[in-house]
């Protein structure tokens, strides 16, 4: 007996992955709601526990690209947040002003102004057929005279 007529699988590569230091925080996304519960949340510890997820994955990181993949999704309109976690200690770290201090991605490589995108700009349609996408993670540059450890 084959899949129900509604199985989709998304496959989600992550690009650029810089050290093989840490830990890959994937997250999928199934609503706004959901989505700005994980933006809110993502530099607290314990965030893949966080039951706005619809799906999430702890990958060791490796550098070079990896990949995952969602299977069984109903067609609908879907969100994915990645980070690299690479101090392991499972949260995405920010600086001062709130700033990711560490590798980070969405969906359709949107980016925020000032701040991360809004769903709209993340979200993406899955069919029956799937859908395979790539996300490139976004490091952020050090400031100057400041050595970069996580390198």
């Not at 100057?144 to 390198?151: F, I, K, L, Q, W």
């Given at each position: 007996?084959?899949?129900?007529?509604?199985?989709?699988?998304?496959?989600?590569?992550?690009?650029?992955?810089?050290?093989?230091?840490?830990?890959?925080?994937?997250?999928?996304?199934?609503?706004?709601?959901?989505?700005?519960?994980?933006?809110?949340?993502?530099?607290?510890?314990?965030?893949?526990?966080?039951?706005?997820?619809?799906?999430?994955?702890?990958?060791?990181?490796?550098?070079?690209?990896?990949?995952?993949?969602?299977?069984?999704?109903?067609?609908?309109?879907?969100?994915?947040?990645?980070?690299?976690?690479?101090?392991?200690?499972?949260?995405?770290?920010?600086?001062?002003?709130?700033?990711?201090?560490?590798?980070?991605?969405?969906?359709?490589?949107?980016?925020?102004?000032?701040?991360?995108?809004?769903?709209?700009?993340?979200?993406?349609?899955?069919?029956?057929?799937?859908?395979?996408?790539?996300?490139?993670?976004?490091?952020?540059v050090p400031a100057?005279?400041?050595?970069?450890?996580?390198?």
């Open positions: 007996m084959g899949l129900p007529a509604w199985a989709g699988d998304l496959k989600v590569s992550i690009e650029g992955v810089h050290s093989s230091a840490g830990t890959l925080m994937i997250g999928l996304y199934d609503g706004p709601e959901h989505f700005n519960t994980a933006i809110d949340k993502a530099a607290e510890v314990g965030t893949l526990n966080d039951e706005a997820r619809l799906g999430g994955v702890a990958l060791r990181s490796i550098a070079g690209t990896q990949s995952v993949v969602f299977t069984k999704l109903n067609p609908g309109s879907y969100a994915v947040i990645v980070f690299h976690d690479e101090n392991d200690n499972g949260k995405l770290d920010k600086n001062f002003w709130g700033v990711p201090i560490e590798g980070y991605g969405f969906s359709n490589n949107a980016q925020g102004s000032l701040g991360p995108p809004d769903f709209k700009e993340v979200a993406m349609t899955l069919d029956e057929a799937g859908k395979e996408i790539s996300i490139s993670l976004i490091y952020p100057e005279g400041v050595e970069d450890v996580t390198r």
